[in-house]
Each structure stands twice: as C-alpha cells, then as structure tokens.
C-alpha cells in the first residue's frame, strides 16, 4: 500500500479508503467519501482541479515578473507547452518517481488557487490525494509501467510557498498545518529505521496480523484475532517480517538575518523520511517546506490523564538548498537523487536553475534592493562614506579598502602546471600615528566575510599557538600570535606592519604572490591555501613622515615587499583648521547621548548602515563575477 | 479562619502559599464572563492573572514576603512545589527550547456526553482525569499555548548587598517526595539540579531555574538581568525529550513566571530617597575622597577609578562610545605559588583588597585572575556548538565590573584557547561584543561591561586609558597583607548606601554637548594642532581628542550635570595633562627601578 512518513496517519487511512490500485477506484470511489470529516475539502473537487493543473498549467501561466526573472526568453510554442506531462516523461526516464511541485504554479493557474489554500491548510488530505492523481496520471501515460513499483513511491513534494515562516512566529495555530521556514541545518541524526509496520504471530495458532502506526505507537494486539484460539498477551513480534522506513532527526537553526536584537537563535526540529534522508548537510541553508506537528513530550503509560506539554517539529516534505556555490552546486547536482530531480523539474518548470536557487541564498527583497543600489551612480561614494563613518574624511582610502574588500575574480589557468591568477588585491597604509589607521584596520576587519586582525609586533606567520613573553627592552608582557592561515579567503589585517620580524615578512612575500604558505614541519613540507587580502598599515622611518627625505626612504620597507602592494596610501597628519575643526565637532556630536544630532551630519549622500554594508559585500562577493568586456579590454590596452 | 472578614495580608499570605489555587478560582470566574463559543483566550486570562497578582503585591511589605528562590539563600532545596517565589536572575539561554502547552482541555463523558474544560495552566504536571471521561482532542475548546522558556541563573558576580532580600520565613516542604538529593541545610551540594556548564563561572556556587514565561509580553533578552515572580515547581526540562521513563524527568527547578520586573535603582537602595539636585557634588567629593583611601592616596588615581566606575556604553554608528576601560599600573607582581588553581577569585592581597572594597559600591563585580592556567582551561565565549548553549565567563548581565589581576601572569605557554579568550577579552574592552559561537555562524551581541586592569607594567591588553600609581600608593598596596586588610574602617553603611545610589544614578543620567561648548572645543582642538605644528611638537590625534571628550562627559555626568560645560571639558584637560606627565614619569622612571640585572 501507498504511505508516507511525512504526512502521518490520517493521511495513511484516507489513501487505505481512495483504494489500493487507482484503475479499480477511479470506477467506484469518489461515491463513498465526498467531505473529509473536519475540514472544508471535497475529494472530488480536489482530484478534478488537480488533474485539471497537472494536464493543462502552461508556463505562461506563471506572473510576467518570475518570467523574465529566466535567461532565455521562451517562444510562444514553449509557453504553450503544458508543463507535467514533460515532467512525468522524465521521471518515467529516470525512473525517480517524485514530483516536486512549485506550490506558486497552483497559484499562478487560475482554476486552482483555491487548491493552494487548501494544500497549506489540509496537507495531511491533499497531498495524498495529488499522489493519487499522479499516480493516475502516469499509468495513463504509461499503461505499461509496473504498478506495484510505481504504487508505493510517487510522490508528489510541494515547495515554494507563498511566505516563508519566521520559525520564532510557528505558533500554535499552525499546528498540522503546512509551512516553509529557512535556516541553517546544524545537526543530523544518524538514519534510524523506524518501524512503520509492526508483524506479529500467535504463538498458539500461527495467527498473523500486521498493525500500522498510529501517533507514534505501534499497539501490540492484546488477544489472538483467530475465533478459534482467542489467547490473550501471546502475541509475538516478527522482526524480519515488519517494515520500517528511514528516518533521521535534525536541527534547523535561525540564520542571523532574522534574530531580533539581543536574542539569540532559536532552533525547529526536523524529521526526514526515506528519500529526503541525508539529502542536506550540518551547514547548508536551506527552505525546508513540511508540516508543523505537536505531540505530546510523555509517551505516558496510563492513560487517565491530560497530557499538559507538547513538543513541536517539522515533517519535511520538501528540502530545498539555498546559496551554494556555483562550483560546490555543481559537484552535488551528480550525487543527490532528490536534488538533481529539484534542479531538473526547475528547469522543466522553464526558469533558470542557477539564478533562482543563487537569488534565494538573500531574501528577494534584499536582492532588489541590492541590484536598485548597483544602478545608483553614486553607489561608490555612498559605500565609501559607510565604511568606518566614525572616521572622517580619509575618503580615498576607503575606495580603496572597499575595492579590496569586494576583492576580484580568481582565475585558474585550464593549462596544466600554469600558477595560479590572484584576484585579491593587498593594501598598505603608511603615515603619520594617530590618524585612524588602527581604526580603519579594524573597520576593514569587522567588514570582511573572515579575517584575522593582529599587530606585527611579535607575530608569527604560523600557526596559533602564542607565547606570552617578556619584551627585553620595556620588560612588558607581549603575545605572539599567528594569523595568516586562519584568514582564508577573507581579510587579514596587519598593523604596526614595519614592526614585523624579517622572518615573518618573508612567509607574506609568498602570500601575497602565490597566496599559498610553506610549512615545513617534521620533515614534511606542505603548503596551505592562504588566499587572503593583506591589509597592512605601517608608520614611517621615524615614527613621523620627514618632508626631506624620499618616500622609498620614508617608508622603512624593503622595495620588494613594498612592490607587492597593489595599492599603496600615505596618510599625512597635516594642520588645517577647518578640517580639524569639522573633524572635532564630528567627534564631540558623538558623544551626546541625543543619536539624532550625530546622525544629521551636513552630508547629502544616504548613509548605509555596516550590517546592510556586510550583506552586500557579502552578495557581491558571492553572486557577481564581472568579465572584461572586449571594449572594456580595449579601454585597458589604451591606456597602459 | 476564625473571622468571616479577609483582610489584605490573608490574601497576600494565601497568594504566597498556594497561589495556584488563586489562579484556579480566578479562571473560574473568568470562564463564567466569558461566552464559550470560541474558549477562553489564554493571553487574555494571563494578563487577568497578572494584575490580579501585581495589584495585591504592590500592598506596602507585601513584596517581601515572597520567598527568595536561589543562591545565596540557602532555602533553594526546601522551596516548596506550588508555592510563589522571587527569583533575581540572569537570562543565560533565552532559547532554552519551547514548549506547547495544552492549558485548556475539554472532556467528555463517554457515558452521559457531558463535558467540562479542565485548566492546567502555570504547571507542567498532568492533569488526571477521573474514570468515565475522556479528552475531547477535536474540540475547538482546547487551548494550545505557547511557552518561552529560558535558563536562568543567578547574576554571576552579583555582590551580597545587591541580592534580593525577603522578610520570608522558610517554607518546609512537606511533602517531601519532590525534593532531591540529600536534606541537610545550606550546603550548595544539595541544590537542585544545575548544568554547570551553563553558567558564567564556573565552579562556583550558584543557583539555576528554567523559567516559564506564559505570556512573553516581552522577550528575554541574553544576558538580560530580571526579577522573576512564579510559581515554583519541579518540572521538566526540554533538552530532555524522548526519554520513556517518566520517573527519571521532571527534577529540574522551574518557575513558571507570573510578571517580571527590571532590577532599577530603588529596588537596591530602597531606603534612601531620591537625592535632591545639589547634593551630587558632595556625594561626589565623598567617593572621591574614599576611592583615594583605597588606593594609598593617590587622588588623581581616585579620579580616573571614579570616572571609570560611572562609564556607559553608547553605540553611535558603527563606533561604541562613552566606554572607559581602565588599566592601573603599579601593583606589585603577585608570586607564583600564590596562584590560585583554575578559579575566579583574586590571589593577591592588593588586588584583592581593591577588587573588595568595589564590590561594596556597585552592584556586581567579576574577578578574572590572568593566571595561564586559569586562562588556558576555560572558555571565555558562550558556545552553542554542542547544541546547548554554554555559559563563558564573558557572558555577562550588562553594567558588570570585571576586575582582571595580571599580577598573577607570568612567563609561560599560552594555548590556542588562552589566545582566543584573551582575544575575547580584548573585543570587549575596544568594541564591547561578545561573540556567542554559534554553530556555523558566530553571533556578535553588543555587550556593556566595564573592564579595570590590575597590573604591574603596562597591561597586554589595550585599554581605553591606563595610569600609574603614584609611588605612595604603590608603596602603599606593596604593604597590603591579609591582615592588613581587615583593620582597614570600611565606610558606614549610612554612606556607602549613599556612594551606591550616587553611582547609579549618575550612571544613567542623560547628557548632551551645547553648541556653544561644542564649537569651543573644536576651536581649541584646531588651535592646539596648530600651535603643536608650529613648534614642532606632537600633534594631537583624533583618538586623544576622543578620549578627552570622553573624560569630560564623565566629569559632567559625576558633577549631575546633564550637559557638558567649559568648566567640565577645562578640568578633563587638565586631569589628562596630569595623567600623561606621570604617565611619562613613570616610564622613565620604570626600567631603572625594576630592570634585570643582567642587562
């Protein structure tokens, strides 16, 4: 028979009363159940609609907005084409028999909104009925298909609904009701087989019976069902005769995006069945769409009493990944059966795989508001001003701090042996002390994706482990520590640079070039990837920037080291009463309790605030890899 | 009752003792006012039981007479199930788990199809239904509620004078089977179930509940201080679902939480009144005059200590300001066989001695000894990574004092743990977050904690401002034994009562920089540049700037001047000035007292 661990065992006796084999119950069934008791859903109305969106929904059905959202625009005959019955030639030809349903497609088709409502409502009554209207479906398409394999898995997983739940919102009134939450998988079970069927024999008579699941239980039979023997408690359980399903707890825990103030996240257990085990890995964000379920904490054994607290979870019915990388997405789309049926029924569903499961990684919203700042030109200013807007002016230093930070595209070379193209940029700041260098650093610091900050006083390139000394000279306590290999695709921060052992320079010599580092240790050497962005800020010579003498002789570093930089800034502590006099009232405005009179500053340019800052630099690292255009390369030539 | 009329105290002292049968009576009223057709609406009904308690309890002396749940009271393990308590905590988990709550049922009578609704609201214990009945689980009747629950502690370093005080004469259980463990009196072994592990400080004493909020009208914030007011009871604990035997539950302290209240001023000092404008200056000169005792004399170093107990932080953009971390320098190197083992309580007797005399003003104070095995062996962070969130000795209630010894650091290995926490420690004082390690994705959370060094040379950590001591008073806390210590004449309680209030209040108090004042100093500042460059000396920097500015809104703020004045910022100038010429004294004068002789 038909059953799924997610929908629980309503669901199981509603498909028990639509009929084991579709061809005999299309013929007799609809007569016997018309309403399911408790709810508003007429079966017949349901299995009509459904059938009615599976043969007939079109792409162009879908809004014009997702439409244009897909690369290729399609021809008016593949607009007309209806979707499922290419997606049911699919799974007949891959022979993985789910359907993943983009609940926004019900939506978009006219005649079945109201099926939507109802799926989110009732899931436990649809969804069973959609898997029998599949099941229909495909052995129309497929008379010759074989019916006991087809039976027992197609599936229908809907996903894509109209709102995502905050999972500190789930509240009691969801209960039983299907939802969609993102988060972040932080743990998972091992699989467990969970018994879905319990076998037992007689042990008189050889009388067998199988019981299902009911609310977690299986109920052993008090007294033998054969009228002959009648026995009681000598009903025994056959193991190799049950059936189990796989199961596996996880947790989802709250993205950072959506924690208010001062709280911290909260986590949803999860509960997967048979195909969707092991389908998503403890870190993967993903929009997990399932059924929201109370029960009680106790399995108490006397039932003479009300049961006061209820555990919640999630049945999942869907798993949907969110913001994988284009490399790491395409090595997984090989291995996982349910993924890559994803991908291909998005594709089928005539929208761009990639672009719709990058976009999501970032709230829609928060995508357009991204792409609607990219489209202001005055977009580098903005962002300059908002990196680190506690420390004034300086304005050309943070173009350039942000140019390091949204960093460039790495390129690797298909030749074999060729090194490899570094797409970061490393920054040096050299001046006078006391004007902010510190503060930038920190600010760069806190901006990055990853990043280590340290000071070259006393640092060792490798590894972490420090040791606290004493400095011969102050006989004060100094750390060293290292910090190189830690800041791995990110930002590492370097102040007091000119400070740095030689040692130490030579190991960033090779980072900077090769962003690699050479370890060599125990007679073994190795090299581990450091691709980071160096960071450094340095004073001159004599602490103070001489006028007399020349910059190479100023900056007390070697000329090869310096030539490593791509972008080198000399930050001057010079007189100028009104800067300095802007630059006071700035910091005194700080310090009044009143926010609003430090907030009005006599800028014109929106201000954007440092998480947004993250985010974006966050998105644009991730999702824009911009290519030299052959005008643009011209452009290029031309000027060098 | 002997007498047919019911005074107030009864109600209160029936409240106390068996305040769920309060709620029962006042459900039944409230089902009675209320059309059936959509239940009762458990918010509404919270909010009834609410104010039917707030209301009784704001009765003169009433508040006191409610048990006081927890550490230092050694009355935790004889709290009785059912009864009302009050609980001075710290929310160390706000997402201890959440639960849902059957709190209306409707039965039905198999038999005679009558039904009735049952009420378990306020408890976690099942509700036993007599024979015939059953629970109706399709009725609309039922209500599902939902639950917070957090873990709760007690303040970590919260000072004896700050902790609740009740008028309560123990209540005995005398059931008897609902306490655990062994019954003798006061020893912390007998508390009731804690996870270490989730609290600040580990290994010491303290006292842990998990705490229901029925009606989150309010969110508990991490690391937010309250005042609980519930219901006690053994219960169960959500981390602990699955087990099938139900015996083995239910042994984890709970408060089923009634209202909460915020720890505010008068609930510390309750019996003096509020101050009247004019006398912040002599409660000022009062504290000044005692922090001077504390440390030898040293009046400049009496300044900076009070400037830096009265700080606050502000975020402002993307910069935290208003912080004013201190490092005093000059105490003397405390020997290594004085260590202390792994644990948070100062070894040395000069430290000790400030770190003692502090705790008697502000409210809490924390000891973090800079030991390296102390600092090698326990965590600083709050992790989750295990899937419970772990206490780390950062995880603070806001306004804490944290008194770091580094007179007990010496030479010597620190690990890959030593340097995060030190680093955690350092993140504190410059940007004052604390990261809590949350699995696959650390969370900053903006923190308010002030940080004193205690230190012989200059401190590995930076801080807003460090100063050394005078020689006297270094001399002075160098003399510092044990015994010492006790002939030293603490303050009378009349006056540190009235150090406490002053340092709260002045704390809190808004303030604001004029234009005119505003404008003033950014001439000086652009004057002073000026002069400096002509003469070729140092300029000053943005950040001395700031500092200054910092030191004047204190100044300000000591004074209770809500708005900076050009007296104010004149005399920050001036102590800064004082500051640096020692500062530079001392150096210089440093190396040759102390150096090593082999160099």
């Known amino acids: ?640 | 009752m002997a007498n047919n009329t019911i005074t107030t105290a009864d109600l209160v002292s029936e409240l106390v003792s068996a305040p769920m049968k309060v709620i029962d009576r006042l459900f039944d009223n409230y089902k009675a006012t209320t059309t059936t057709d959509d239940g009762p609406k458990s918010r509404e009904f919270n909010q009834t039981v609410q104010d039917h308690f707030q209301g009784l309890l704001s009765k003169p002396g009433a508040f006191e007479r409610i048990p006081v749940f927890g550490y230092p009271s050694s009355n935790a393990t004889k709290t009785k199930s059912g009864s009302l308590v009050r609980f001075r905590c710290m929310v160390q988990d706000p997402s201890y788990g959440e639960e849902l709550h059957l709190s209306v049922a409707q039965l039905v009578n198999s038999a005679t199809g009558e039904t009735k609704q049952v009420f378990s609201h306020y408890t976690d214990a099942d509700h036993v239904i007599e024979e015939g009945w059953e629970v109706d689980y399709g009725s609309p009747s039922n209500v599902f509620t939902e639950r917070d629950v957090a873990y709760c502690v007690s303040i970590p370093g919260q000072n004896e004078w700050a902790q609740l005080g009740s008028s309560a004469a123990v209540l005995e259980d005398t059931l008897g089977s609902l306490n655990i463990g062994a019954q003798s009196t006061g020893e912390s072994s007998d508390l009731p179930l804690v996870d270490e592990k989730k609290y600040p400080l580990r290994g010491c004493e303290h006292s842990a509940a998990l705490v229901k909020f029925h009606s989150p009208g309010r969110a508990p914030q991490v690391a937010g201080t309250v005042d609980v007011v519930g219901i006690y009871e053994l219960g169960h604990s959500p981390k602990e679902q699955g087990g099938s035997d139900a015996s083995a539950q239910g042994r984890w302290p709970c408060i089923h939480a009634i209202f909460v209240c915020d720890i505010t001023v008068d609930t510390l000092v309750p019996d003096l009144p509020q101050p009247v404008a004019g006398e912040h200056i002599g409660r000022r000169n009062m504290t000044l005059v005692h922090l001077g005792l504390v440390l030898g004399g040293d009046d400049l170093a009496a300044h900076y200590l009070l400037l830096h107990l009265l700080s606050k932080t502000v975020a402002v953009q993307d910069v935290k300001v208003g912080k004013f971390s201190l490092n005093l320098v000059g105490f003397p190197l405390s020997s290594k066989d004085q260590a202390p083992a792994g644990t948070f309580t100062l070894s040395s007797p000069a430290t000790r001695w400030v770190s003692g005399m502090l705790a008697q003003l502000v409210p809490r104070c924390v000891e973090i000894p800079f030991e390296l095995k102390t600092v090698n062996s326990s965590t600083f962070l709050p992790s989750a990574e295990s899937g419970d969130l772990q206490a780390g000795v950062l995880q603070l209630a806001a306004d804490t004092e944290i008194i770091c010894d580094e007179t007990c650091l010496h030479e010597g290995t620190l690990d890959e743990r030593g340097l995060r926490n030190l680093q955690a420690l350092q993140s504190v004082i410059l940007d004052q977050t604390v990261t809590y390690v949350y699995p696959f994705q650390p969370i900053n959370m903006a923190t308010n904690l002030r940080v004193l060094v205690l230190s012989n040379g200059k401190s590995i950590l930076e801080n807003d401002c460090d100063l050394y001591l005078s020689e006297t008073a270094a001399a002075f806390l160098a003399s510092i034994h044990d015994e010492s210590a006790a002939s030293f004449m603490p303050l009378d309680p009349m006056h540190t009562e009235q150090i406490r209030q002053y340092l709260e209040l002045a704390r809190h108090m808004e303030f604001s920089v004029p234009t005119e004042v505003s404008n003033a100093i950014s001439d000086e500042y652009a004057a002073l540049r000026r002069e400096a460059h002509e003469k070729g000396e140092k300029m000053m920097t943005q950040a001395e700037l700031s500092l200054i500015v910092t030191v004047a809104r204190l100044i300000s703020i000591s004074k209770g001047e809500p708005e900076l004045t050009s007296a104010s910022w004149k005399e920050a100038m001036a102590l800064e000035a004082r500051r640096v010429e020692r500062n530079t004294q001392a150096k210089a004068a440093r190396p040759a007292t102390s150096a090593d002789p082999s160099k």
């Open chain 1, 1 to 640: 028979g038909h059953r799924r661990g997610d929908l629980g065992s309503r669901a199981q006796a509603l498909s028990s009363e639509l009929g084991d084999r579709p061809s005999e119950a299309s013929t007799q069934q609809p007569k016997e159940i018309r309403t399911i008791w408790g709810t508003i859903v007429h079966v017949r109305d349901v299995m009509n609609t459904f059938k009615d969106f599976m043969l007939h929904f079109t792409p162009k059905h879908r809004p014009p907005a997702s439409a244009s959202a897909s690369s290729a625009p399609m021809s008016d005959e593949e607009l007309n084409e209806p979707v499922y019955p290419a997606l049911l030639r699919r799974m007949h030809d891959s022979e993985i028999f789910q359907l993943n349903l983009d609940a926004q497609n019900l939506r978009a088709y006219p005649p079945a909104q109201g099926l939507y409502r109802q799926l989110v409502n009732y899931p436990e009554e649809v969804v069973p009925i959609m898997d029998y209207v599949l099941t229909e479906l495909y052995l129309e398409q497929y008379p010759e298909a074989d019916v006991d394999l087809v039976q027992s898995d197609l599936k229908v997983r809907p996903y894509n609904l109209s709102s995502t739940t905050n999972m500190r919102d789930l509240n009691p009134s969801d209960i039983d009701k299907m939802v969609s939450v993102r988060g972040m998988l932080i743990r998972s079970s091992s699989v467990i087989p969970d018994m879905e069927r319990g076998f037992f024999r007689c042990l008189h008579c050889d009388w067998t019976t199988t019981v299902g699941i009911d609310r977690g239980v299986i109920n052993e039979p008090q007294q033998c069902g054969n009228s002959a023997c009648l026995q009681k408690e000598c009903v025994e359980l056959v193991h190799n005769r049950s059936t189990f399903a796989d199961k596996q707890l996880s947790r989802l825990q709250e993205t950072p995006e959506v924690i208010p103030d001062g709280q911290t996240p909260h986590t949803v257990t999860l509960v997967t069945h048979d195909e969707l085990v092991d389908v998503a890995k403890p870190g993967d964000r993903l929009e997990v769409t399932g059924i929201y379920r109370g029960v009680p904490v106790r399995t108490n054994p006397r039932n003479r009493t009300v049961q006061a607290i209820y555990r919640t979870y999630i049945d999942v019915v869907h798993v949907r990944r969110l913001g994988r990388s284009r490399v790491q997405r395409s090595a997984a789309e090989g291995l996982d059966i349910a993924d890559a049926v994803v991908d291909a029924q998005r594709e089928a569903a005539g929208q761009s795989a990639d672009g719709q499961d990058e976009a999501t990684a970032f709230a829609p919203a928060e995508v357009a508001e991204f792409q609607r700042w990219a489209r202001d030109p005055r977009l580098f200013s903005i962002l300059a001003q908002s990196l680190a807007p506690s420390i004034y002016e300086l304005d050309d230093v943070k173009r350039g701090l942000l140019l390091q930070l949204f960093g460039g595209v790495r390129k690797q070379f298909a030749r074999a042996g060729a090194p490899r193209s570094r797409g970061d940029i490393n920054v040096l700041l050299v001046g006078d002390p006391g004007v902010s260098k510190s503060q930038m650093l920190s600010a760069v610091h806190s901006l990055a994706p990853r990043g280590i900050y340290t000071s070259g006083k006393g640092s060792s390139a490798v590894g972490l482990t420090a040791y606290v000394t004493r400095d011969p000279d102050t006989r004060q306590l100094v750390l060293e520590s290292g910090a190189l290999v830690l800041s791995d695709d990110g930002v590492c921060a370097i102040d007091e640079f000119d400070k740095m052992s030689e040692a130490t320079r030579s190991v960033l010599h090779e980072v900077m070039e090769q962003q690699t580092i050479s370890i060599a240790k125990a007679g073994i050497i190795t090299s581990l990837n450091a691709r980071c962005s160096i960071l450094a800020a340095a004073n001159p010579v004599n602490s103070k920037w001489d006028k007399n003498l020349s910059i190479v002789e100023n900056m007390n570093l070697p000329p090869t080291l310096v030539s490593r930089f791509d972008l080198v800034f000399i930050v001057l502590d010079t007189v100028d009463e009104t800067m300095d006099r802007r630059l006071a009232r700035h910091i005194v405005g700080l310090y009044t309790d009143d926010t609003t009179a430090a907030a009005q500053a006599d800028d014109a340019l929106p201000m954007v605030p440092t998480e947004k800052l993250t985010r974006y630099i966050a998105y644009a690292r991730r999702y824009v890899r911009p290519i030299i255009t052959d005008e643009a390369a011209a452009a290029l030539v031309q000027a060098y």
